[in-house]
């Protein structure tokens, strides 16, 4: 398989988000509690429709209206977002580096609000390393929707056939397979090194 480009996801392989990194001090040790509303009110659904350009005061104000008594937590998910932002994957990253350091183009495809995105461009200096970067927020779509995997391949002129697509999300990847696009599941920096060699991207240890 001849290969020319490869993107990453952000979320989940480069990046540490995760809301229990906000939420683990305002619930203040109780974990149950904190599961159940990440479980019941502030949902990964519900954060979905941020990524897919939902305004984060619509959210808010449509998810207190229906859990008032949950007002000031639900606030925080928008108000103290940056405080789920954990650490780069460092591994991670410096295969990110070395694929780009081969001379292949090396792009990113993330589900993420348009809101909160320049918060994650300020802390990370690595995301001006890639070529270009497609954010579902600012496009009013997501992941894994067919329509975002071929506005990334029209907008930015790549052909699917012998692109490579890695993501944490194992429905985002089948379906950038469904349009060509070569997917790896990522699981672990092992385990993606591994299929990064398999492909000759990565040279053998």
Same mark, same amino acid.
């Given at each position: ?17 995760? =809301? ?5 001090? %305002? ?5 149950? +509690?904190?599961?159940? #509303? ?5 949902? /990964? ?7 897919? /350009? ?8 449509? %998810?207190?209206?229906?859990? =008032? ?33 081969? +001379?292949?183009?090396?792009?990113? %495809? ?19 390393? #890639? ?5 579902? +927020? ?5 992941? =894994? ?10 907008? #930015? ?7 490579? #697509?890695?993501?944490?999300?194992? =429905? ?7 349009? /060509? ?25």
């Amino acid at each position: 398989m001849s290969i020319h480009t490869v993107i990453f996801d952000l979320g989940g392989v480069l990046i540490d988000w995760n =809301p229990r990194h906000l939420y683990r001090k %305002l619930f203040d040790g109780d974990e149950e +509690g904190m599961e159940h #509303f990440l479980a019941n009110v502030c949902t /990964g659904d519900w954060n979905a429709q941020q990524d897919g /350009g939902r305004p984060f005061a619509e959210a808010v104000a449509l %998810l207190q209206s229906q859990h =008032p008594e949950f007002h000031d937590l639900i606030a925080a998910f928008h108000l103290r977002w940056e405080e789920m932002l954990g650490d780069v994957h460092q591994d991670v990253l410096a295969m990110m580096r070395q694929i780009k350091a081969s +001379g292949l183009p090396v792009y990113a %495809l993330t589900n993420w609000s348009a809101e909160t995105f320049p918060i994650a461009r300020q802390r990370f200096d690595f995301l001006q390393e #890639f070529k270009d970067i497609l954010v579902s +927020g600012e496009e009013n779509m997501k992941k =894994p929707d067919a329509e975002i995997y071929h506005r990334f391949l029209e907008k #930015f002129g790549v052909e699917a056939n012998g692109s490579v #697509f890695i993501d944490d999300s194992l =429905p985002n990847v089948k379906a950038a397979k469904d349009v /060509g696009i070569h997917g790896i599941h990522f699981q672990s920096a092992e385990a993606l090194r591994n299929e990064l060699q398999e492909l000759n991207l990565l040279k053998q240890d």
